[in-house]
């Protein structure tokens, strides 16, 4: 679904400035938190959200922020801001917690499922001699799983370790002798011709 974005300039000035600013703010707060923004490489927001500041919606609301739908870059993602009226002087303790959580999600009985489904799925496409079983395999059982009403979880660091691994092995097989092979030159005289 896509959302409407808002770009962080408007929040200069109210209504949207009680978002960046809640519950209260002076226009140096907010001048400040469009800055750290802008340094954060987030240029919009979006107001969607089950919870409103006034009439406009966000995420969520707590004691110690505000949770709104953003735009860093070309990704949406949920960004915490700090309340001006909150006891805590920044939100690193809520960054530890939120990795201690994804690391927990590393020995989840979950992921371990999904660990063990996955090797499992290979072994037997191996011993089938299907293509790529290490990658097919796990695929197909996961995605079966899945559709099966199994929770699949996939921690972030698992993820992107796996996908450095996987780089890593493909990379591993691209080198001078396969750029050279005849048919790739036919195919590539046949495309640009």
């Known amino acids: ?18 978002i960046l600013g ?6 140096r707060q907010i001048k400040s938190r ?4 802008e340094k954060l490489k987030i240029k919009s927001i979006c107001l969607v959200g089950p919870t409103t500041i006034g009439s406009l919606a966000i995420l969520g609301k707590g004691y110690v922020g505000v949770v709104v739908l953003v735009k860093r870059g070309n990704k949406e993602v949920a960004l915490k801001i700090r309340r001006i009226d909150s006891q805590r002087k ?7 917690s939120l990795n201690l959580a994804n690391l927990k999600l590393l020995f989840s009985k979950s992921f371990l499922l999904v660990i063990l489904i996955s090797i499992s799925s290979a072994i037997v496409a191996d011993y089938f001699n299907i293509p790529l079983a290490w990658m097919l395999g796990p695929m197909i059982a996961i995605s079966l799983a899945a559709l099966g ?5 996939m921690p972030k660091l698992a993820l992107s370790s796996i996908l450095i691994v996987l780089g890593l092995h493909i990379g591993n097989y691209i080198d001078q ?17």
């Open 149 to 153: 009403g199994i929770k699949v979880k």
């Open 90 to 96: 920044n939100m690193k303790n809520e960054s530890i």
């Open 177 to 193: 002798n396969l750029i050279n092979q005849p048919h790739l030159d036919r195919f590539n005289y046949e495309v640009f011709m």
């Open 22 to 27: 809640y519950p209260n703010a002076t226009n």
């Open 1 to 18: 679904m896509a959302h409407s974005f808002i770009s962080i300039k408007k929040f200069t000035k109210e209504p949207y400035s009680n």
């Open 34 to 37: 469009i800055n750290e923004l």
